[in-house]
């Protein structure tokens, strides 16, 4: 799951790590009252930034007013511009997509004076399998650019399984990042809270692009991107609140309420299968057949009559669907139940409607395969069978060809 | 005649008492698997299955000399079944829990490691040596004995994959289901190393997806140490990056965990990949 820039900087701070003052705002009135405020403690520069799900906001811009997703303001008035210009409006960056996403937050906060940009992230190392914290004094830049082009201006410490982070680890990362004196000491305490902060709320990403140290050696995290692990959020009520469903997907919401996983793609025949590798293969084979999967589904174990259902009520909201295609592998599940769940579902008058002009090949293999494949035979809908995969795919060419 | 499991190993079921557990407990026995205990803690007086039921995996092993375990406890309680197992002397722990928190299989893991003993998965179906024992959840009916091991990391895909395999005219020495997770117990190279040196297998089906660099990482020990004919199929050529496709270690991140590049690796490494998932089957009688 992941959260918003103003969310994962309130952990931050509640874990004793460094962060510009800033407050989030819903409005132009609140982002207004945010600035008066800071300009009365003595702030004279503030950053508007949108809070949306992706990256590359500053270089983003909004479809209507053109406005940067993240605008210097040297006074409240500007601040009052920035707020209406981003409110309400779409911003596209890199990682949008052209559609982009609507800003409905905005976060306002301290401009502060900047030295030098620094790079520090947390992640899970899935080869060496543990955490690892990864600096560069390269802040500022794609990091994935940086370990592309110059891998020497990298460093890394992997946390050992069962331990904390050690000092020493933080203190190799801050003398890497160049620092020294006063700006070292508040860097090795920046970078043991973050790995408690990370630690503790089961995070899988935390990345500080840039870390900043201004004039006066002070340790900002200036921007923060977090992300946690969906299995562990049972035990963190308090993240899980922090959840944004306004970012994801309409379809996508829908099925998880409906524990099915759903991801949409924009091709032209749609899936629904039973299991999440067999699901990407019948994707991939859709493709080699001359389609394009419009989504990833997989219905899990019990595939009966209402999942089926609730599955082709969301294949069939995308308007770019021409086919669809069910793949069961019926191991513990009998395929002749499944084939009669496909059936009942097509003869609901909602869904039947629907699938009038658009052909369904039901691909059932496994117990009772052959039992499921004569009850389609021999019923009088629009269905296809098939039994081995191979001839799945030929009807798939046929339909889409 | 296999690897890991088979009609010696003594195994316990944790979580037997457990709807999942005892539907699977059942099926396991019906295979034919020689199932001596379950392990439901504070239910360690009763019998259930017609095998003892006992508080401690220790229990178990001390009183049914068990060896062999296998876990359908709930996520959050999954990482201290694996390591309960590990302390209690378990050689092969088996889980099937799906949805552990990653930072607990790191714990986990270690001290799985520490102690020796050899887990598979989480969040896999299980292992089958056809004929012998199913420790597991896939449909046995489908599995015929043989000498082709099979290494994979999904559920209904395996079935697949088997399915193709024994229509092709070849059974399985073993079939490995070795989980879907980001970190798990034992990878494509460990099941990779079982299988070349088990005499009985005679040729190797590896079945991988999007994510991370296991793949690549088992193309470069075939390449190097592997002689016996191996046959691949890569799923999630189509899955769009920064998207975790169902299994939680699914997903491309960083430009790392491409099917395309882990099909490369694997070409390079002289392994035979089929393109279509509708093909695993010819593609491994082909280099037969």
């Known amino acids: 799951m992941k959260i918003h820039e103003y969310q994962a900087k309130e952990i931050f701070e509640d874990y004793g790590v460094a962060v510009p003052k800033g407050k989030v705002a819903d409005s132009t009135e609140h982002a207004v009252k945010i600035a008066k405020e800071m300009k009365s403690e003595g702030a004279d520069l503030f950053v508007v930034k949108a809070q949306i799900h992706a990256g590359g906001r500053g270089k983003g811009r909004t479809k209507k007013n053109n406005a940067s997703g993240v605008i210097l303001c040297e006074s409240v008035e500007e601040v009052q511009e920035a707020a209406s210009n981003l409110l309400g409006d779409v911003l596209v960056t890199k990682q949008t997509g052209e559609e982009g996403k609507e800003v409905n937050q905005i976060y306002v906060t301290e401009g502060v004076d900047i030295e030098e940009e620094l790079y520090l992230g947390i992640l899970m190392d899935r080869a060496r399998e543990r955490n690892v914290l990864m600096a560069s004094t390269e802040g500022g830049m794609n990091i994935e650019e940086v370990a592309e082009e110059t891998p020497e201006k990298i460093v890394k410490e992997w946390v050992e399984p069962g331990m904390d982070l050690m000092h020493n680890q933080a203190r190799h990362i801050a003398f890497a990042l160049g620092l020294s004196g006063d700006a070292f000491k508040k860097a090795v305490k920046f970078i043991m809270s973050l790995y408690d902060a990370f630690e503790d709320t089961d995070a899988s990403l935390i990345e500080i692009n840039p870390l900043i140290l201004t004039p006066d050696q002070e340790v900002y995290a200036l921007d923060a991107k977090m992300s946690f692990d969906d299995n562990a959020l049972g035990r963190h009520p308090d993240i899980e609140k922090m959840r944004d469903e306004s970012e994801i997907d309409p379809m996508e919401l829908e099925a998880s309420k409906h524990d099915l996983n759903y991801i949409k793609l924009d091709g032209n025949v749609g899936c629904m299968v039973n299991g999440a590798g067999l699901a990407m293969a019948t994707m991939d084979m859709i493709k080699l057949s001359g389609g394009e999967p419009a989504n990833f589904l997989d219905v899990g174990g019990g595939a009966n009559v209402d999942t089926v259902k609730n599955g082709f009520r969301i294949i069939l909201d995308d308007p770019n669907v021409e086919a669809i295609l069910i793949n069961i592998f019926g191991g513990i599940v009998r395929c002749d139940r499944v084939a009669n769940g496909v059936l009942e579902a097509v003869k609901d008058p909602e869904i039947a409607d629907k699938v009038e002009d658009v052909p369904i090949i039901v691909r059932l293999q496994g117990t009772n395969a052959e039992e499921g494949k004569k009850l389609i035979d021999e019923s009088d809908l629009n269905v296809i069978s098939a039994v081995l995969l191979k001839d799945a795919a030929e009807e798939v060419n046929n339909v889409v060809a | ?288």
Do not use: W
Not at chain 2, 100 to 127: E, F, W, Y
Not at chain 2, 263 to 285: D, F, Q
């Open chain 2, 1 to 288: 005649m296999s690897v890991l499991v088979d009609k010696n190993s003594r195994v316990v079921v944790q979580g037997m008492t457990g709807s999942e557990g005892s539907f699977h407990a059942e099926q396991m026995i019906n295979y034919g698997t020689n199932v001596v205990a379950g392990v439901t803690p504070g239910k360690g007086d009763q019998k259930h299955l017609d095998r003892p039921v006992f508080n401690t995996v220790a229990d178990a092993v001390e009183q049914e000399e068990a060896d062999t375990s296998i876990i359908f406890v709930p996520p959050a309680f999954a990482a201290d079944a694996i390591t309960e197992s590990a302390f209690a002397g378990i050689e092969v722990i088996i889980c099937i829990s799906e949805g552990i928190p990653v930072q607990d299989m790191v714990k986990a893991k270690q001290v799985v490691r520490s102690h020796g003993a050899t887990l598979i998965g989480p969040n896999c179906p299980g292992v089958i040596t056809p004929g012998e024992a199913k420790v597991g959840i896939m449909p046995g009916n489908i599995f015929e004995s043989g000498s082709i091991g099979l290494i994979s990391r999904s559920g209904t895909l395996t079935y697949e994959a088997v399915d193709q395999i024994t229509k092709e005219g070849l059974g399985q020495s073993t079939a490995i289901g070795i989980g879907g997770d980001p970190i798990i117990g034992t990878n494509h190279t460990d099941a990779v190393k079982l299988f070349d040196e088990d005499p009985d297998t005679e040729a190797i089906v590896l079945i991988g997806e999007i994510g991370g660099t296991a793949e690549e990482e088992a193309a470069e020990y075939i390449q190097n140490n592997v002689d016996k004919p191996v046959a691949a199929f890569i799923a999630g050529s189509t899955a769009p990056p920064g998207r975790r496709m169902g299994h939680a270690g699914a997903i491309i991140s960083g430009g790392t965990g491409t099917a395309e590049a882990k099909k490369k690796a694997l070409r390079n490494a002289g392994v035979a990949v089929a393109e279509s998932p509708a093909e695993i089957g010819k593609t491994l009688k082909s280099i037969l």
